[in-house]
């Protein structure tokens, strides 16, 4: 990884869900951002989450962790980390995903993870870009003109 191309790590609870996350790959591309992809679960392999999650730091920037239901997998990682943690909370057909997103916002003290909405894969890279611009200048043009885009001029 070169020192002026963030990397983001993508985790996620399910194979299921990897489709969801197409939205998310396809923003961070637009924006040059390096990334890959693991899928691990907080309730059916902890150890692989928390091991990615405490060598995080060498390889990435930033993570997205997106899962559905019970979504611990958001907090488990930033439990294991200091790099920033977007949580994005994955739509079920059980609670509409809002049982997701309540997990994914209700963090203890000390372990903050950012929240996008529902199903918010795009939204998810765009987070992701305004926090990386802070370290990386050459980010900020490219989500300005994102923003001019969405405002149509």
Same mark, same amino acid.
């Given at each position: 990884m070169g020192k002026? !191309? *963030?990397?983001?790590?993508?985790?996620v609870g399910s194979e299921s869900d990897l489709e969801l996350l197409k939205k998310t790959e396809r923003q961070?591309?637009?924006?040059? !951002?390096? %990334?890959?992809i693991a899928v691990a679960s907080a309730h059916r392999t902890p150890q692989?989450?928390?091991? %990615?999650?405490r060598l995080a730091e060498k390889k990435y920037d930033l993570i997205i962790a997106a899962a559905g239901m019970a979504a611990a997998l958001p907090g488990v990682v930033a439990a294991h980390t200091t790099? *920033?943690?977007?949580?994005?909370?994955i739509h079920s057909p059980a609670l509409s995903g809002h049982d997701a997103l309540f997990a994914i916002?209700?963090?203890? *003290?000390?372990?903050?993870v950012a929240t996008v909405a529902i199903d918010g894969a795009k939204n998810?890279?765009?987070?992701a870009a305004q926090i990386l611009a802070l370290k990386f *200048?050459?980010?900020?043009?490219?989500?300005?003109?994102l923003k001019k885009e969405l405002s149509g001029s």
């Open positions: 002026n !191309i *963030p990397k983001v790590g993508i985790i961070l591309k637009k924006f040059g !951002i390096n %990334y890959d692989k989450v928390e091991e %990615y999650a790099l *920033p943690v977007i949580g994005l909370p916002v209700q963090m203890p *003290p000390g372990v903050p998810a890279a765009v987070l *200048p050459n980010l900020a043009a490219k989500l300005k003109k």
